[in-house]
Every structure is written in C-alpha cells, then in structure tokens.
C-alpha cells in the first residue's frame, strides 16, 4: 500500500538522499563485491561493476533533482504558484535535463546506443510537429523503454509529455515530486477501467499543440505468460476476431483498445503516433539483466504517424485499425529483433 504523500516526503526522498551518499563513500567496497560475485563470467561480461556505477549515477541524479525540486517549491511562493505555465515549463526542463543525463550514463556505462527510424516528413509534416498534439501509441517490453521514449519525445520533439502511470511508481521519490506536479496520472494496479479512463480523457482534453499523451496499449511489459493471459481475456469477452489476430502475433501483447480509442476521442485534433522498438526485450527481471546484458546495447526504434485526418472515428474500424498497427509493429521487430544473448 502507498504511504501517504506527506510520508514519501519527509521518509522516502531523504532516504535517496542518504543511500546516495552511501553509495559513493562505499563504492570501492560495492565494486569488489560485484566483482568477486561475478568472477565465473568471462570478463567482458562480468557486469556487476557496470551495474553498480550505474546505481551511483541514478541515486546521484535522482538527488541532485530531488535539490531541484525543492529550490523551484520555494522559489514559487511554497508551492503556491506550481500550477503557472513558467513554472510547468521549469519542470520539464528538469525532466529533460534529468533523462538527458540518465542516457548520457547508460551510453558511457553500457555501451547504449538508440537508432530511430521515422520517415522522412513532408513540409506539411514538419509544421504539424508543433501545431497539434499527439497521442503515442508504444509496445512495453524491456527495461528503461519508457524513459527512452520520453527522452526522446522532450529532446526530440519538444514536446511536453502526459503519461497514465501505476501508483506503486511513486516510491521513487523524484518521479514522485516532479510527475505530481505536471499533468500527469498515477493510478493504483486494481483501479476500475472506468477511473483509468477517465484520467485519459482528462489528459489528452487538455493538451495544447506541443503537448504529447503516452499510452502503453499492451497494459504492461511483454512477456510470454501475459501474451497468452491476454489472448484468453479476449476468447472469455467472446471476441474471438480480436483473439485469433492476437494469436498471430509473437512479440506483442494483444491492445487493449480502450484506453487508445478514449485519448482519440478526447482529443480529435490529435495524430496519433506508433512506436515500435526492440533490442532489450529479453531482460525483464533482475536475473535476466545479470545474466544477459550484453557487452555493448543497441536498442532499435521504428516510429509511424498517422494524421488526425487518417484516423477512423467508427469504433469497430478503430480497433481493427489499431490491431492492423499492431500487426505492423510485431513484423517490424520480427525483422530488426537481434539474436539473444546467451545465457552465462
């Protein structure tokens, strides 16, 4: 159960502050731990010591932001004036400070790298960039995928990302301080559908042209056990069309289309875009990541927009237009999948 906000703060964001400094007077002795329990690899792949310099730059940012976020709460009147447009935008630009040095250290540390394909746009495209919302429709599979999606979306793009989040990630403490304080969404895992979609409809019918709603359709990361959940959810509603185009998808969960078609609705004047990627889709656990990250990581990312205009407005249509994307996406990382790495 999710402590009290006043709890998370007074609690949770020191306590970041104190592992981090933990963490750096205790390196040297993290590092020869890791190292020792990872000795049975060969040493290319010994990936405890990346790992750990890893943590240290998180907790080291995540306080630096926490810092941050308390100079612009007081800098505001205490909280009074978060909700002004300047100060939104101060907060994004931290956002976009913080997940710009969270891809510097995962590029340094693991040998990250992120190729996006999109194509290349029209002038009547280019000035759309900045004259309508959009709405992102993404897979969810692999770690930091999130992130990565809206680093790029704030650097990118420009743009001001709104996301649906689950409430258990507010345990983080900067992820709770600062998405509380922009338009966003938390919600708890056993919400009502009806709540989640609410919080979407109210999102996206607020967006102004640079604004961007993120929505995951898959409800979660992809794994083996929850594609087949999802296509025996479809066959107990007795949708036996949506389940059988399911089944013929192998690195996807089945949409749930619900969530989409409600942002869509909300917000008609939006494009909608697609994004596919792959390349960490094996590392799902903290098992997997110790025993298959790989020496150097390349991360693939294919992204398609579909112009307000181009979007269907029947129901029915949409979801067999959503599936039809979502058949697109599972054939584009069948091809750009890379092989997986070896388990040691």
């Keep these: 159960m999710l402590p009290p906000r006043i709890i998370r703060r007074l609690v949770l964001a020191p306590l970041i502050v104190v592992l981090a400094v933990g963490a ?11 190292t020792a329990a990872s000795l049975r690899l060969p040493p290319p792949q010994r990936r405890g010591t990346r790992l750990v310099w890893f943590a240290v730059a998180w907790l080291t940012l995540e306080t630096m932001m926490l810092g941050a976020c308390l100079g612009l709460w007081v ?57 309508r919302p959009v709405v992102v429709l ?20 420009n743009r001001r990302p709104r996301i649906v989040m689950k409430a258990a990630l507010q345990f983080d403490p900067s992820l709770d301080v600062v998405i509380n304080r922009l338009p966003n969404a938390f919600v708890p895992n056993r919400a009502a559908e009806s709540g989640i979609l609410d919080e979407i409809r109210r999102l996206s019918s607020g967006m102004d042209a640079d604004d961007a ?19 025996l959810r479809l066959e107990q509603k007795g949708l036996a069309a949506e389940a059988a185009r399911a089944r013929k998808l192998e690195y996807l969960m089945a949409p749930r289309p619900n969530g989409a078609l409600a942002a869509i609705e909300a917000c008609p004047q939006a494009d909608v875009v697609f994004v596919a ?33 181009d979007v269907p407005r029947d129901r029915e249509e949409q979801i067999r237009w959503l599936f039809d994307h979502w058949d697109e996406i599972d054939a584009w990382i069948a091809e750009n999948r890379p092989a997986p790495a070896p388990t040691t």
């Design 24 to 34: 750096v007077i205790t390196l040297p002795i993290w590092l020869l731990v890791v």
């Design 75 to 131: 800098a505001n009147g205490f909280g009074a004036r978060l909700n002004r447009d300047e100060y939104q935008e101060r907060h994004y630009e931290l956002i976009r400070w913080f997940l710009a040095k969270i891809y510097e250290a995962a590029v340094r540390i693991f040998r990250l790298s992120v190729e996006v394909d999109e194509p290349t746009p029209t002038s009547d495209e280019l000035s759309r960039r900045l004259t």
């Design 138 to 157: 993404s897979r969810h599979a692999g770690p930091g995928d999130s992130f990565l999606l809206i680093h790029h979306l704030l650097t990118g793009y």
């Design 213 to 231: 709603l993120v929505i995951f359709p898959e409800g979660g990361n992809f794994t083996p056990r929850r594609r087949w959940r999802a296509i």
């Design 277 to 309: 990627h792959t390349g960490l889709d094996d590392l799902v656990t903290f098992g997997d990541i110790w025993h298959r990250l790989p020496v150097s990581a390349e991360i693939k990312a294919k992204w398609w927009r579909v112009r307000a205009d």
